[in-house]
């Protein structure tokens, strides 16, 4: 499992790889109604998967840790990252029937989008076929989405012995979410995530408290996205014995602007990674992933924007 080093440094995820079949529709479909689609899109997904090619496309080479396995889906996605300049390390490669599909409905007017997928419980449980410090060869930095638990706790728990930030792309809180944070440096949180003790949906939400609930697992910096609002930040400093508390907001899109949504969050983590190989402070690196984000809802796609004018790094 010996991987050839990048020399200067890149970054290695780990988790999620899916099939995602995206079509634009006017409205979602009603229970017993057909709708026909504007468009469709087949090609690859899933958080690990989209900020991989992210870092990849701002320059950043990218090792992706997943479960593709055999068959003729998981050939499309194989390519689709090939094409996009992704290395990839399957964990299941010899294995049938473990790639997720996503069916992914966008809906014209708002960009926002409907999605239905069986995300990696397909792939049960999976092992490195070698030490995962291999896997870290020539990293700079570590994203983990959560998924293929047992091999992201192992591959953060290397990458902070060896001093390589570990960003966790907190989807969701899901099995495993608690001892994978013990090892996390940085963790960047989506507007649905919650520990099982937080507040349940509908009831007023305190959203510094969730911040230092998850700090308290172990990330010294942790954020919480907010859609189009500000994402809120608790940094800790001075050895964790004092808390700084900030937000950084997107830019303002004009009425219309969204096209597509899917995706952002992944572009977000995907760009701030790719902003800490490069060296740049975590609030720094934030702000990339957020100005990023913001240009990728105005594009179809999780990577359509990429092509757009303002791609490259700022600054």
């Known amino acids: 499992m010996r991987r050839t080093a990048w020399g200067s440094g890149g970054l290695v995820c780990c988790g999620l790889t899916t099939l995602d079949v995206q079509q634009t529709v006017e409205a979602l479909p009603g229970p017993d109604e057909k709708v026909v689609a504007d468009d469709l899109h087949v090609t690859f997904g899933g958080p690990a998967a989209n900020a991989a ?9 990218a090792r992706l840790v997943t479960a593709l396995g055999a068959g003729p889906l998981a050939d499309v996605a194989r390519a689709g990252l090939a094409d996009a300049g992704v290395e990839v390390v399957d964990l299941a490669a010899a294995r049938p029937g473990v790639l ?7 809906t014209r007017a708002t960009g926002a989008r409907a999605v239905a997928s069986v995300n990696g419980a397909r792939a049960g449980e999976v092992v ?7 896997l870290l060869e020539g990293a700079a930095a570590v994203l983990v989405d959560g998924h293929l638990p047992g091999v992201a706790t192992a591959l953060a728990g290397a990458a902070r012995a060896a001093g390589v930030p570990v960003l966790l792309d907190g989807g969701s809180w899901k099995p495993g979410t608690d001892a994978l944070l013990g090892h ?11 520990p099982p003790a937080a507040a349940a949906p509908g009831r007023p939400e305190d959203v510094d408290a969730l911040l230092d609930a998850v700090a308290a697992h172990g990330p010294r910096f942790v954020a919480r996205s907010a859609g189009a609002g500000p994402v809120r930040v608790r940094v800790a400093t001075a050895g964790a014995a004092a808390v700084h508390r900030t937000s950084v907001r997107p830019a303002h899109l004009l009425p219309g602007a969204v096209v597509d949504t899917l995706g952002a969050g992944d572009v977000l ?4 990674a790719a902003a800490l190989v490069r060296g740049a402070t975590p609030l720094v690196a ?3 992933g957020v100005r990023c984000a913001t240009l990728s ?5 999780a990577r359509g924007w990429l ?7 700022a600054g």
């Open 286 to 288: 934030l702000a990339e």
């Open 53 to 61: 090619a992210v870092a990849v496309a701002l320059g950043v080479p």
């Open 297 to 301: 809802v105005e594009h179809r796609g």
């Open 269 to 272: 983590h995907g760009a701030m």
């Open 128 to 134: 490195a076929d070698g030490p995962v410090g291999e």
């Open 100 to 106: 997720p599909v996503s069916t992914v409905l966008v």
């Open 184 to 194: 996390v440096d940085l963790a960047v949180l989506s507007a649905d995530f919650r």
């Open 307 to 313: 092509g757009a004018r303002g791609v490259a790094a």
